[in-house]
């Protein structure tokens, strides 16, 4: 089973409000999904943005793939980072 971490759509018409989650690549973008990692709001003045960290951690050490957005949001809430420096030092 090939695994992404994406971003699922929720929110009502002309106010999208976003869920991280964890899907199986071949379901539909709001269709079944493994696990929810986290929010993103765009609407907020600042975007907010609430990822499980140590979840996303464990997902990526298992090779589960990003989508462009997901892997901009793990960036900003310093995810990439810290799972770059777990794999330096095993």
Not at 36 to 49: C, F, N, S
């Amino acid at each position: 089973m090939a695994a992404t971490i994406r971003l699922t759509r929720m929110g009502r018409s002309k106010r999208p409000f976003y869920r991280l989650v964890v899907a199986d690549s071949r379901m539909p973008r709001d269709g079944r999904f493994l696990e929810i990692l986290g929010t993103y709001d765009p609407l907020q003045a600042v975007p907010l943005m609430k990822v499980d960290e140590g979840r996303a951690i464990y997902w990526l050490t298992k090779g589960v793939q990003m989508s462009d957005t997901a892997r901009d949001i793990l960036k900003k809430t310093g995810v990439i980072k810290k799972f770059t420096e777990l794999k330096k030092m095993a």
